[in-house]
């Protein structure tokens, strides 16, 4: 079945850089993928779904990239700021073997002014 | 807007303990899960269900029974607490579909003394 892995554990950076989290999953029939984001004490708050379909996804202050050749997908957080600080996961809904979504192990950012 | 309510917050069982998590949702979702987060582990599946009545095993389920009594809520029972336990369980919802994003909880943390 699908496996998901995703690095670096841990990141810390300085406020104004950029951040780069990457995932990489084993089936090329995966179609959708997200990204989810968790701050302390909190549950999961969705970032982005990503489509197989388009390559490249702007959010506010990130950018998703899905490589299908390479089956990685990577979030960018571009300009990072404090707030960015968190927990972030990707999650991949397998095309086989159910509905529900597997998760990487998530990255742990750190954001320092 | 909806919600997903989790109850306990917190937990603190004795080991061998029969402990009972609840979870609700008012978004009229089919689809409900429980997940487990352990420190650098990311998210494990242990049970879900698509519809009233429903379960599905995930990789997580031993030591587990669910119970989806009606649409908007979805149960997780320890059946036997191990002792130094530490974890998050996390309760989500979504439409059917390979497309939905499951919209989470805040969680409850569960101690076992």
């Known amino acids: 079945g699908e496996q998901v892995e995703q690095r670096p554990p841990h990141l810390s950076v300085r406020e104004g850089d950029s951040a780069v989290i990457i995932c990489t999953y084993t089936?090329?029939?995966?179609?959708?993928f997200f990204w989810y984001k968790q701050e302390p004490g909190a549950g999961l708050q969705l970032l982005m779904k990503v489509f197989s379909s388009t390559e490249i996804n702007e959010g506010q202050g990130f950018t998703v990239l899905l490589n299908k050749k390479d089956k990685q997908l990577s979030l960018n957080l571009t300009a990072a700021h404090p707030g960015d600080s968190a927990v972030y996961f990707c999650a991949v809904n397998p095309y086989q073997g159910g509905r529900a979504l597997i998760f990487g192990t998530g990255t742990t950012v750190s954001v320092s002014p | 807007g909806g919600i997903i309510t989790q109850t306990p917050k917190f937990l603190i069982g004795q080991e061998g303990q029969k402990l009972t998590l609840k979870c609700q949702q008012n978004f009229n979702h089919d689809t409900m899960y429980w997940y487990r987060q352990d420190s650098g582990k990311g998210l494990r599946l242990i049970y879900y269900s698509i519809t009233e009545n429903d379960l599905q095993k995930g990789d997580l389920s031993e030591g587990y029974d669910a119970s989806r009594e009606k649409k908007s809520s979805f149960s997780l029972t320890v059946t036997s607490a191990q002792k130094n336990e530490m974890a998050v369980f996390l309760c989500?919802?979504?439409?059917?579909?390979?497309?939905?994003?499951?919209?989470f909880g805040e969680g409850t943390r569960l101690s076992v003394l």
């Open positions: 989500a919802s979504s439409l059917q579909g390979n497309n939905q994003a499951p919209l």
């Open positions: 089936d090329p029939n995966s179609y959708y």
